[in-house]
């Protein structure tokens, strides 16, 4: 959140990375330990910087040859700090023999399966587009007021089973229950908490006439961290299948996860879009945030 | 008079009566309208304006930029046009999760 509103907001920086670089963004999650080429080549190039520890975090940026020769490793989002790295790595590239040496092409000859995730056949993936409305603190810090206007990002996958009952006008349980689990949270701030089963108090969702109608009353066993909202939103099928799926989901939010720290404070209206993913979105490829580590439990 | 009072008193409750009639199912109609527009506290105004509001512009920058998604396919792309590779590695997707 904050490097997309710091770092890749700056003009030069995002010209560099259009014109002289390969640019590319990933869940370091995933690849420090995936066990296939891809995860291989990640590790190749972070295990040479300070994070070559893969049983932790390895974020921050990277540059590295093709040949997998790291170059830079910086932890620091500063656009200002960045430009000046980006400037001396490339004139470094250009000085040695990465920019003109033939490198080989990595073909994919072990695959782990596990981190190489594709939406359910026949099914849909919506995009989930949360917002904090109000109950912030004015301030006058940088990164605090880009969290507070942050618009966080994720999808959610529908199976095919599900996609049919919304063609008859039906919503299935376990949409509504993996909707709640996964996709009704605050990730505004960085990672959320998800909720557990116990979790969901309530939640009761239904399309009549092609209208989305809905409560849900999601909270803790201790009460710190829950949410109450109401949903509204609208189902389209054209020839078998859902050809538009909007829907809002607004309430009071109220506590935090254990890195979603600074929510306001008390209740504070969230609201969650629910849009059809087009693909036209470079970020309507990517996995559930919830599917991660255990697609069968995000889809059950 | 009586006979002419009769009827104009007769009429008068009558009238009354269609005129709560039509108020009563004026004010159902218009629960129901309300109702079917409402989801709890968000009518379909609301939803409308909020849908809108909660969209990235396709034009904010780190959208317009190239991102590859997969190491893979930057160091073939990296190897053909002799750049070099440059990594957002973050806890969650960067383009996502948050």
Known sequence: MLDRESTFADPEIVNLLKTRFVPVAIDQANQRRQQDTEGDFYRKIAGQGPRSDFNGTTQGFYIATAAGKLLLYNNNRDPAKVRRLMHEKL??????????????????????????LDPPADGLVIRVQAKVLDGYEPTTNRWRAIFQSALSRDNLWVTASEHQALVRGEFPRSLQTRMARFHLVDNTRGE?????????????MQIRDGQVTGTAHLETA??????????????EVDQG????FDMVAKGDFWGAGPYTGGAPAGRFPLAISFTLADGSDLADRLPP?????????YLR | MPSQRKPRLGRLPTNLTLTRLLAVSLLAFLAHASESARG??????????LHQQLQVPADTPWRTIPWKTA?????????????????????GHPLGCT
């Open chain 1, 192 to 204: 959320p908490p998800m909720w557990s089963e116990k979790e969901i108090r309530n939640i009761d």
């Open chain 2, 40 to 49: 709890g506290e968000l009518t379909m105004a609301e939803f409308r304006e």
């Open chain 1, 222 to 235: 201790q009460g710190k961290r829950g949410f109450e909202p109401s949903m509204l939103g609208v189902v």
């Open chain 1, 241 to 244: 299948a859902v050809v538009r």
């Open chain 1, 289 to 297: 945030q919830g599917s991660r580590g255990w697609l069968r439990g």
């Open chain 2, 71 to 91: 190491m893979l396919d930057a160091q073939r792309t990296a190897a053909q046009q002799a750049k070099p590779i440059f990594i957002w590695a973050m806890d």
């Open chain 1, 91 to 116: 004139a470094e590239f250009d000085a040695s023999d990465a920019a003109t040496a033939r490198t080989s092409e990595l073909s994919a000859a072990k695959v782990d399966a596990r981190y190489n």
